[in-house]
Structures are given as structure tokens and as C-alpha cells.
């Protein structure tokens, strides 16, 4: 079962990044998702718009 948020750690796995490079695709990255909440464990980020970047991102990346 998906669950309709996530925190960093979840989006860096999604991802394939680290947490590190998160935080960097929310400052750099306008296109990047913002989170829809900060609390005491850190950002979350509703998962379908994770899973809407996700899938641009892979659509962007070059055929190797």
C-alpha cells in the first residue's frame, strides 16, 4: 500500500538520491515539489507529487 506522504528519506529512495541532494533539489530545482508540511521529524511531501516529478524527471533523463 502507498502512503500518501513522504519524508525525505522516502523521496531520496524514490528518487535514488541522497537526502542531502533532497534539500538541494528544494532550493535549486523550482519544479521540485514543496513540502506540504514541516514538523519536528522534518519536511513531508504528499506522495503523489513526488511520484508526478519522479516521472518527469525520468522522462527528461536521456535513453543510455
Same mark, same amino acid.
Given at each position: 500500500m502507498?502512503? =500518501?506522504v513522504?519524508g525525505?528519506r !522516502?523521496v531520496? +529512495? *524514490?528518487l535514488?538520491?541522497s537526502r542531502?541532494?533532497? $534539500?538541494?533539489l $528544494?532550493? #535549486? #530545482?523550482p519544479t521540485f =515539489? *514543496? =513540502?506540504?508540511? !514541516?514538523l519536528s521529524?522534518?519536511l513531508?511531501?504528499? @506522495? +503523489? #507529487?513526488? !511520484?508526478?516529478?519522479a516521472? *518527469?524527471? !525520468?522522462? *527528461?533523463?536521456p535513453d @543510455?
Amino acid at each position: 500500500m502507498v502512503q =500518501p506522504v513522504m519524508g525525505t528519506r !522516502e523521496v531520496a +529512495d *524514490r528518487l535514488g538520491v541522497s537526502r542531502q541532494h533532497v $534539500l538541494r533539489l $528544494l532550493h #535549486d #530545482d523550482p519544479t521540485f =515539489p *514543496r =513540502p506540504i508540511a !514541516e514538523l519536528s521529524a522534518g519536511l513531508i511531501w504528499n @506522495t +503523489d #507529487d513526488i !511520484e508526478a516529478y519522479a516521472h *518527469r524527471r !525520468e522522462k *527528461r533523463r536521456p535513453d @543510455t
